[in-house]
């Protein structure tokens, strides 16, 4: 392997010897060290390879042993060096080309988002291009592990995320996840002295004080806007009566029995869409996310809908490049008056409600009881009514100075008297 390389490296020729001493033509070369190789008889003519720079030492042994070695085809890198030279437009061009694709390939030219459902593929590109990962940025600006981190910070119902870059891609998978919502009742607040008063009507259903005085018990009755723990401590001296009061944040777990209003309302009669059967086909060209010229997709429909297929253009599986080509659809719809059935319209109505319960449950509420009614008059599907519920629907009020404070009059009058 090393020796073809050394002959090709330097040159060689295949010739074919013309005479009638071509033995004797070969005896000489071996006298004088020069290989011949791949010797051969064909129709009465000798044909072989000879190195190149011991071609030009011939022309003594040509005319001695009266043989001519006439050349039949030329190998080796300088030959190849010649031809190039000949036709260097054509060579530097594939040169600057192989530039131009090693260049290209330090770079990302396609994110891909695979998996997932409720978080769309818009959605996470978005949110990489804020962190610094767009079509166009380097390679070596891209860190994998720091690309999951983030998801996994920044989005805690994806529990498996994968990041990995093959050619000029960028392959990001997720897996997501329901993560159950933690109910914690314990809230924070910048005051310095604050009560816990009850933000709704309600009876209490539970409660643990950890700070402060409690004002009601298991069962009580309470109004918005009434104190549940006071943040005004009594200090008791000797003779059981208060000699001071200190203020602190009350702190506390409670849950109330409580409800909300339930109004929701819709028209029987919605708009739908009816496509016809007209569309136009468009084309858009994009080079390094810069569209470059837009073909054929403008229309004069009044309503109409476009889908776009946008494809990334790639030498081989993985090495895509910065040029996407981008078919635009538009498709012509006439919208008409539809009515729901009564049925659909519970069925709408129930799901709104559903919805609506699900989100009382993420933010900790537990639904006791649901009075809630559904009624089709005059065109209007109207639900309404009244969830009964336990959550924590209190929040903090500050403390004012003269709350806390005793009076000067209690202080002197007393012991001195």
Not at 164 to 180: A, M, N, Y
Request: aromatic share 12%; hydrophobic share 35%.
């Amino acid at each position: 392997m090393l020796k073809r390389f050394v002959r090709w490296l330097f040159g060689y020729l295949y010739i074919t010897l013309k005479g009638d001493y071509p033995e004797h033509f070969m005896n000489l070369c071996e006298n004088r060290n020069i290989l011949l190789w791949g010797i051969r008889y064909e129709e009465k003519q000798c044909f072989g390879f000879i190195k190149l720079r011991d071609y030009r030492t011939v022309k003594d042994i040509a005319r001695k042993s009266k043989t001519v070695p006439y050349i039949k085809k030329r190998y080796g890198f300088p030959f190849f060096l010649k031809r190039v030279w000949k036709r260097k437009v054509y060579f530097i061009g594939i040169l600057l080309f192989c530039m131009l694709l090693f260049t290209m390939s330090r770079y990302i030219w396609d994110i891909s988002i695979e998996g997932g459902h409720k978080h769309t593929p818009e959605q996470l590109l978005s949110y990489l291009k804020s962190t610094g990962v767009y079509s166009g940025c380097t390679i070596q600006e891209i860190s994998c592990p720091k690309i999951e981190e983030d998801l996994r910070r920044d989005y805690p119902d994806i529990g498996w995320v994968s990041a990995q870059i093959k050619g000029t891609r960028l392959i990001v998978s997720i897996v997501e996840t329901e993560v159950p919502v933690l109910i914690d009742s314990k809230k924070e607040t910048n005051l310095s002295a604050a009560h816990i008063v009850a933000n709704q009507d309600g009876i209490i259903a539970s409660m643990i004080v950890r700070s402060g005085v409690p004002k009601v018990k298991i069962g009580s009755v309470v109004k918005k806007g009434d104190i549940l723990v006071s943040g005004v401590i009594p200090v008791i001296g000797d003779e059981g009566v208060p000699t001071m009061y200190k203020s602190v944040v009350a702190d506390a777990d409670i849950m109330v029995k409580t409800y909300v209003d339930y109004d929701h309302s819709f028209s029987m009669t919605y708009q739908s869409k009816k496509y016809t059967k007209e569309k136009k086909t468009g084309y858009q060209l994009d080079l390094w996310d810069r569209k470059i010229f837009n073909v054929g997709s403008s229309n004069s429909y009044e309503h109409y809908d476009i889908i776009k297929d946008v494809n990334t253009l790639k030498l081989v599986r993985n090495f895509y490049l910065p040029i996407k080509i981008t078919k635009i659809n538009a498709y012509e719809y006439k919208t008409i008056d539809v009515t729901y059935t009564e049925s659909e319209a519970l069925s709408k109505a129930g799901s709104i409600l559903l919805r609506y319960l699900e989100i009382l449950k993420k933010n900790g509420a537990s639904i006791i009881e649901n009075q809630v009614q559904t009624k089709i008059m005059d065109g209007v599907c109207n639900t309404s009514g009244k969830i009964i519920m336990i959550a924590d629907t209190w929040g903090y009020k500050e403390i004012n100075d003269d709350e806390w404070r005793i009076p000067e009059t209690d202080e002197h009058n007393g012991v001195d008297n």
